[in-house]
């Protein structure tokens, strides 16, 4: 199991937000049980209090529930407790370099490296009041992380008998967009350039007498056009 732990300034606003949108992914790509997931702040400022009401607007529009969760922070044996420990500032890193005495096996990241952004940050929306930016910051951030730490992510459609139900698998396992097409050609732009979950893909085919078998195999073939690293079973 992986253990990420997510830490900003007050607890209320970034690594919430962060906590429940990771959550969210790994829970509709089917990996809820590969990850325990929490997030933390560096200061004391909000202990105890809720996720900030426009952070908790912000997720509830997209349909994430943060219900319960309440501001802690940080201790000493949280290093040793979670695999990453990431931030969204270069202030929150050395907070965390601070409480623990360092970072001796290399654990604290910031988000946005995982978005292919080394250096970049997440503004704090208690201060700038835009949760949009930071939505999309951390959603970013979020799905990188995910691709990187499930190198191979499988598609079973085994059981798939129709063409939709094939979609219905990729749709919940690469984390589409609800305003992507399910046809050939989104799939190819998806993997092209879209946002989506895998980098290499293994690919459980459909039963020989399924109808939906032949379409599979042409699926097969988008994904190799579009250079994805494919292995079919």
């Known amino acids: 199991m992986k253990k990420i732990l997510f830490v900003c300034h007050g607890n209320i606003c970034r690594s919430p937000m962060a906590e429940f949108i990771f959550k969210d992914m790994v829970t509709r790509a089917g990996l809820s049980a590969d990850f325990d997931i ?23 529009a997209h349909g994430i529930d943060c219900s319960g969760k309440t501001a802690r922070r940080i201790r000493r044996d949280d290093y040793d407790e ?3 420990l990431i931030g969204f500032d ?11 005495g360092g970072d001796p096996d290399g654990k604290l990241h910031l988000l946005l490296e995982y ?9 704090d929306p208690w201060y700038t009041r835009d949760f949009d930016a930071a939505w ?7 799905l990188g992380l995910l691709n990187a730490l499930t190198p191979v992510l499988t598609l079973d459609f085994s059981l798939c008998r129709e063409r939709a139900e094939l979609y219905d698998v990729l749709v919940g396992r690469m984390l589409w967009q609800s305003d992507y097409g399910r046809n050939l050609d989104a799939l190819y732009d998806i993997l092209t350039g879209l946002p989506h979950l895998g980098r290499r893909f293994r690919i459980l085919l ?6 939906c078998r032949g ?5 097969v073939q988008v994904f190799e056009d579009a250079g994805a690293e494919v292995s079919c079973e």
């Open 82 to 84: 979670w695999d990453l």
């Open 90 to 100: 270069s202030a929150n890193l050395r907070n965390m370099e601070r409480c623990f």
């Open 206 to 211: 459909p039963a020989e007498d399924a109808p």
């Open 215 to 219: 379409y599979a195999e042409i699926m």
């Open 136 to 142: 999309d910051d951390i959603s970013e951030g979020c």
């Open 38 to 60: 929490a997030s933390a702040a560096t200061s004391s400022e909000e202990l105890g209090n809720p996720v900030y009401p426009p952070a908790r607007r912000k997720l509830a």
């Open 115 to 123: 978005a292919g952004r080394p250096g970049a940050i997440v503004d």
